[in-house]
């Protein structure tokens, strides 16, 4: 039996009358794991703390994200397949190691997909947790991904989410009180960190990167990419 079926029965504090939400409880009040509750169209329902604070985000922020947003693009068709086969019952359990985008960027995870039933052995919900790879050791300054040359500067950030949401020249220096100049001058150092030879390709490399917090729109730089 794995660690994360061993939580399912674990004893807390919830109704011993409710079996299936004193399981979910028994996950939920595990602090040191990282867990989700996901309905059948994969969406969440609620997480705790630890997974709500892998992608910087708060727990009231997530109930009604898509799953599959919170990881990496080219992972997301084969996780929704799997997930949708634990929905439909063909499997009990999954387990796959993707690439998540976490408020520090994109990280190796450990993703364990458990099938909840209902008191007539239905299946109703989904339960996640994951188990992020160890973080390389601490440096006395962490290190951005290989497709960013160096962190981004406060300014820098709030150019980049203006340009990601769309905003003209015009518009981002009456937002930022910078001239046009200077304006084009932050999006210019934008376009060489990251390689882009256009505004388009800058908001594709910084997405791609990992430089956005997911599921959140206006869209926003990610802290931990910020010097």
């Given at each position: 039996m794995s660690a994360a079926q061993d939580m399912l029965i674990e004893t807390n504090t919830c109704s011993p009358e409710q079996a299936d939400e004193y399981r979910l409880c028994s996950l939920f009040d595990n602090s040191s794991a990282r867990i989700a509750h996901v309905d059948l169209d994969l969406r969440l329902i609620g997480s705790n703390a630890g997974f709500a604070d892998v992608f910087g985000l708060s727990v009231e922020e997530l109930p009604g994200v898509a799953l599959v947003d919170l990881v990496h693009a080219r992972a997301r068709d084969a996780l929704t397949r799997r997930l949708?086969?634990?929905?439909?019952?063909?499997r009990s359990r999954i387990s796959d190691l993707i690439a998540t985008l976490t408020r520090s960027g994109r990280t190796s995870t450990e993703l364990t997909g458990i099938a909840v039933t209902n008191g007539a052995g239905r299946i109703d919900s989904l339960v996640v947790?994951?188990?992020?790879e160890p973080e390389p050791a601490a440096s006395a300054a962490a290190p951005c991904p290989a497709d960013v040359r160096k962190p981004l500067t406060r300014m820098e950030?709030?150019?980049l989410e203006g340009v990601a949401a769309g905003m003209s020249t015009v518009q981002l220096a009456s937002k930022l009180f910078l001239s046009r100049g200077g304006?084009?001058?932050h999006v210019?150092?934008?376009m060489k960190n990251l390689d882009a030879a256009n505004r388009s390709e800058l908001v594709s490399r910084a997405y791609s990167a990992g430089l956005f917090r997911m599921g959140s729109w206006p869209p926003l730089?990610?802290?931990?990419?910020?010097?």
């Amino acid at each position: 039996m794995s660690a994360a079926q061993d939580m399912l029965i674990e004893t807390n504090t919830c109704s011993p009358e409710q079996a299936d939400e004193y399981r979910l409880c028994s996950l939920f009040d595990n602090s040191s794991a990282r867990i989700a509750h996901v309905d059948l169209d994969l969406r969440l329902i609620g997480s705790n703390a630890g997974f709500a604070d892998v992608f910087g985000l708060s727990v009231e922020e997530l109930p009604g994200v898509a799953l599959v947003d919170l990881v990496h693009a080219r992972a997301r068709d084969a996780l929704t397949r799997r997930l949708l086969s634990l929905a439909r019952g063909e499997r009990s359990r999954i387990s796959d190691l993707i690439a998540t985008l976490t408020r520090s960027g994109r990280t190796s995870t450990e993703l364990t997909g458990i099938a909840v039933t209902n008191g007539a052995g239905r299946i109703d919900s989904l339960v996640v947790l994951l188990e992020l790879e160890p973080e390389p050791a601490a440096s006395a300054a962490a290190p951005c991904p290989a497709d960013v040359r160096k962190p981004l500067t406060r300014m820098e950030a709030m150019v980049l989410e203006g340009v990601a949401a769309g905003m003209s020249t015009v518009q981002l220096a009456s937002k930022l009180f910078l001239s046009r100049g200077g304006v084009e001058y932050h999006v210019s150092a934008l376009m060489k960190n990251l390689d882009a030879a256009n505004r388009s390709e800058l908001v594709s490399r910084a997405y791609s990167a990992g430089l956005f917090r997911m599921g959140s729109w206006p869209p926003l730089v990610t802290e931990g990419f910020v010097d």
